[in-house]
């Protein structure tokens, strides 16, 4: 999957600029930066939900039933259905059948919560389901805008090996996080926004090498310009 020449507006307010890069298959791209930088409205675009203002967004292999799955930032599910009824409802649109519904359930281990009404969960258990619902009939693609958020250590962890699971199967797995240490120790390739631009692009691991430092929230240090405590807000004069 590609970007080429992107940039997004909202109105007169221009959020990114000028983004071009690839996303293979079988990796886990993490994009990080600081709040209000532009990756909600870039995963939005690559998840087809946004048009972008100019460039253009390319995927291949399109010949699969459910091309791109997404979780938003803040996933809501319909009330009056439970979790079960809720999942069977997304795999029939997409195809998938219902014992997709539930093995996606029990992946993100849920399975306990099957029959409970989706308005009666907690915040990191509604996130869990949505990380199901976006994984429902296997897409070549899987957009996660902060798929841990919310989430306790061990639930975080989890929801990134499930990441690693999916991009093991061939998967392109796109995800933002604020979480730098689970980042550099689980993405193939980091992607560092600021202020709507890519600043840094590749593994963890060459991007600290490049800098010579030790950790990922180094490499962050040293390439955001923001500065700390407060927040860059794209079309408001200072
Ligand atoms: N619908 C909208 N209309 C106008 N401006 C918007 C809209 N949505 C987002 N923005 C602006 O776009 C900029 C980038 O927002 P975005 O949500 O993409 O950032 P982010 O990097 O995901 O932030 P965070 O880490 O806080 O989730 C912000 O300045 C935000 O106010």
């Given at each position: 999957m590609e970007i080429t020449s992107a940039d997004y507006n909202y109105g007169s307010v221009e959020v990114l600029d000028d983004i071009t890069t690839t996303f293979g298959e079988g990796t886990i791209t993490a994009l990080i930066g600081p709040?209000?930088?532009?990756?909600?409205?870039?995963?939005?675009?690559?998840?087809?939900?946004?048009?972008?203002?100019?460039?253009?967004?390319?995927?291949?292999?399109?010949?699969?039933?459910?091309?791109?799955?997404y979780l938003p930032q803040q996933p809501a599910f319909r009330p009056g259905f439970t979790v079960l009824e809720t999942l069977q409802f997304y795999s029939s649109l997409v195809g998938a059948g219902e014992?997709?519904?539930?093995?996606?359930?029990?992946?993100?281990?849920?399975?306990?919560?099957?029959?409970?009404?989706?308005?009666?969960?907690?915040g990191g258990m509604t996130r869990l389901v949505g990380i199901a619902q976006a994984t429902i009939?296997?897409?070549?693609?899987?957009?996660?805008?902060?798929p841990a958020s919310g989430l306790d250590p061990g639930m975080s962890k989890h929801v990134f090996e499930i990441a690693t699971d999916l991009a093991s199967a061939?998967?392109?797995?796109?995800?933002?996080?604020?979480?730098?240490?689970?980042?550099?120790?689980?993405?193939?390739?980091?992607?560092?926004?600021d202020d709507g631009r890519v600043v840094r692009h590749g593994p963890p691991g060459s991007i600290r090498a490049e800098l010579g430092v030790e950790s990922l929230r180094a490499v962050y240090e040293n390439s955001v310009a923001a500065e700390e405590g407060t927040v860059r807000v794209q079309g408001v004069s200072s």
């Open positions: 709040n209000g930088s532009g990756k909600t409205t870039l995963l939005r675009v690559l998840a087809g939900l946004l048009e972008p203002t100019n460039g253009a967004v390319r995927y291949r292999g399109t010949d699969a039933t459910r091309r791109i799955g014992a997709d519904a539930r093995k996606r359930l029990e992946q993100v281990g849920l399975e306990d919560a099957a029959e409970r009404p989706v308005e009666a969960l907690s009939g296997d897409p070549p693609v899987i957009v996660l805008d902060e061939g998967t392109a797995v796109l995800l933002s996080s604020h979480d730098l240490e689970l980042v550099d120790r689980t993405a193939d390739e980091v992607l560092i926004l």
